[in-house]
């Protein structure tokens, strides 16, 4: 009897334990803490800033205010030290960062620390064969390494501001998530905006909010569901047709707040119509849209929510045209681009919202392609890559192929950008 009952008891402990355990594992499943490294300067140790509360901790405070979809819970920590480059960095990587025990590091270093206004292409080889080492020994330490982007400063000359372009260029096409710093607060030629920095290194309390607003906010919710690098894709295309009221249309809804950002859309037709619009507020918080269409005689025209135009080039003629419409917010100017030629400006300040393609506006027949979205705006370089060159990665939010033909056969409408943010059909 004795031994019955104790056979029991040890039965029902056991059974308790594994549920237990279950439970716990089951839990652990749901939600999960993961750790972010920031490892870098005094910028993203937040110098500048009030009580040091830079770019960094924003960004932080926005992980930890949106409700991940992956049920995974942010903590981050920040190592960065003023004054450091990468040999510094290098030098203190196994003291400092491994025993983090973190998954992601980001690396936010510039070559301006690095001393590129003093020493030029030397330091430009030296930076970005010391930043592929570091990317390399984080994923053999298993972090998961993101790269942001160089900056201004405002003792650059025209040397140092090509050289800051040229290295961007690279980290936006590195096999590795990258971070577009530079078009939040450059002045288009590689100087602070005024009124967005504390002193000739570091920006302000605005320069930091400008900078934060440039990372994917889903970024490091996409990376936890290993979603790659996107690649661009070739012969995709989407062709709709205006049947008036019926005609479908895409909406892209950037996540959290934006304020610099370039959207670009490639498109055919040969008709007169709609081709793109974006829902904005500008300063005032006064609501508005801002269109790009296709007038009667061809040309391409973007009427901004404040009603200023800017015409463009006829590209009524059947023939692929890449269209870029960037803001920069820090220095209120929009910059529209057909081709990769710059077709005029309008000086605005806009926060940007729904994107929409297609609808009862648009030309009889038009096809498009390629429909990126960035949370940054982007200099002449980099506009002539989008119209041309390899995909542009840094701070991308939305990549849309259109069309079926890429790794993905679930949406014609799939974003393989490094964002869980989606399109909808309307």
């Known amino acids: 009897m004795m031994h ?22 089951k839990y652990s499943e749901k939600s999960s803490t993961k750790k972010i490294v920031y490892f870098g300067s005094s910028v993203p140790k937040g110098e500048g800033a009030t009580n040091k509360f830079g770019y960094t901790s924003i960004f932080s405070e926005i992980l930890q205010k949106r409700i991940s979809p992956n049920k995974t819970q942010w903590e981050t920590t920040n190592i960065s030290i003023g004054g450091d480059n990468t040999l510094k960095v290098l030098k203190r990587y196994e003291k400092d960062l491994l025993p983090q025990n973190g998954q992601y590091v980001v690396f936010a270093l510039a070559l301006g620390n690095e001393g590129i206004h003093e020493q ?56 590795v998530p990258s971070i577009n710093l530079l078009g939040a607060i450059d002045d288009l030629s590689g100087h602070w905006m005024d009124g967005y920095w504390a002193d000739g290194a570091h920006p302000n309390d605005a320069g930091h909010l400008e900078m934060a607003y440039t990372i994917v906010p889903s970024l490091f919710d996409a990376l936890e569901k290993n979603k790659p ?15 008036n009221k019926k005609t479908k249309s895409l ?25 793109l619009q974006f829902a904005a507020t500008d300063k005032k918080n006064n609501e508005g849209k801002g269109i790009i269409a296709i007038h009667n005689e061809g040309q391409l025209v973007y009427t901004s929510p404040k009603s200023d135009t800017v015409v463009g080039i006829k590209v009524n003629d ?109």
């Open 4 to 25: 019955s009952l104790l056979l029991r008891s040890l039965i029902l402990i056991t059974t308790l334990f594994l549920s237990a355990n279950a439970y716990s594992q």
């Open 229 to 243: 690098l996107p690649e661009r894709v070739k012969g995709s295309h989407l062709v709709f047709k205006n049947k």
């Open 318 to 426: 059947n023939q692929w045209h890449t269209l870029v419409l960037t803001h920069y917010y820090a220095k209120g100017i929009t910059m529209v681009y057909i081709d990769g030629i710059l077709q005029g400006t309008i000086n605005e300040k806009l926060t940007a919202r729904d994107l929409q393609i297609g609808g009862s506006n648009i030309p009889k027949k038009i096809a498009y392609k390629d429909w990126l979205f960035y949370r940054s705006a982007m200099n002449k370089d980099e506009i002539n890559h989008i119209a041309e060159g390899p995909l542009l990665k840094s701070s991308l939010e939305l990549y849309a192929p259109l069309g079926g033909k890429h790794r993905s056969k679930a949406s014609p409408f799939v974003n393989l950008a490094q964002s869980l943010n989606t399109i909808s059909e309307l």
């Open 251 to 275: 909406r892209f809804t950037p996540e959290h707040i934006v304020h610099p950002f370039t959207t670009a859309i490639t498109f055919k037709t040969g008709g007169i119509g709609q081709v």
């Open 120 to 175: 030029g292409k030397v330091i430009f080889d030296q930076f970005e064969k010391n930043m592929k080492i570091l990317i390399e020994k984080a994923r053999a330490d298993g972090y998961i390494p993101v790269v942001t982007n160089s900056y201004t400063r405002n003792d650059y000359n025209n040397r140092d501001y090509d050289f800051i372009k040229r290295i961007n260029l690279l980290i936006h096409t590195w096999d």
